[in-house]
């Protein structure tokens, strides 16, 4: 793949223009969602504190609290859903556009360098790649990233010994991670390439089927 990260970066990012506020929020709601699942946590750990006598409190009052949590979780996790799904379709559109209006107005020079399938293949298949790892993967990837970090902080307000585990384990996932993307680019570099092969082949074969079965009928008629 030619080209630097930093040119496919501000490819990305001028794309993503009228989207940037929806992916804003949408990286919002997930550590909010992220605040409310420890919210959760500490809130049914003291609701059992209380039931077995540990510390004192009411325990109807802690568990409307853990009600109305459970509410905002599923409220923000509906939002958040139609808002990813909403910016992922203008944004699939406004890529496809751009890359369409792209494609009409070049010039292949090379007649075996490029063939129309496989740019009808990588402008639907491809696209889908792109918009679901700006809509998609990148507010994931934030929202893991402050879950890390609060998790952290309230296992070590918890005990202490329970994010020293965390911190043991992050180095064996980040390895394991790296060997598994690893392996998955190569993978999907084939898929595509296998895909391209494909939709050439059946975009040749419906585009020369009338040309078939109008010499057939030639010689049918000639005979």
């Not at 020079?109 to 490029?114: A, L, S, T």
């Not at 893991?144 to 307000?157: D, E, K, N, S, Y």
Request: charged share 15%.
């Amino acid at each position: 793949m030619k080209g630097s990260l930093g040119k496919y970066l501000r490819w990305l990012w001028s794309y993503s223009k009228g989207v940037r506020s929806a992916l804003v929020w949408n990286v919002v709601l997930g550590i909010s969602t992220v605040g409310l699942n420890l919210l959760f946590i500490w809130l049914c750990k003291a609701l059992v504190d209380i039931a077995t006598g540990n510390i004192q409190g009411n325990i109807y009052f802690y568990s409307g609290i853990i009600l109305l949590v459970v509410v905002l979780r599923l409220a923000f996790n509906a939002v958040s859903l139609r808002l990813e799904n909403v910016t992922l379709a203008k944004l699939n559109f406004n890529i496809r556009s751009a890359l369409y209006s792209n494609l009409m107005q070049s010039r292949w020079m090379g007649r075996d360098d490029y063939h129309s399938g496989d740019a009808l293949n990588r402008l639907m298949s491809d696209v889908d790649k792109v918009a679901e790892a700006i809509c998609t993967d990148l507010p994931s990837f934030v929202t893991t990233l402050f879950q890390i970090v609060a998790a952290f902080v309230f296992f070590c307000l918890l005990q202490w010994e329970l994010a020293v585990v965390l911190i043991l384990m992050i180095p064996a996932f980040t390895a394991f991670s790296k060997l598994f993307f690893r392996k998955m680019r190569v993978l999907t570099s084939r898929i595509r390439s296998s895909e391209s092969k494909v939709q050439s082949h059946i975009q040749e074969s419906l585009q020369h089927k009338t040309v078939v079965q109008s010499m057939e009928t030639g010689e049918y008629m000639q005979d």
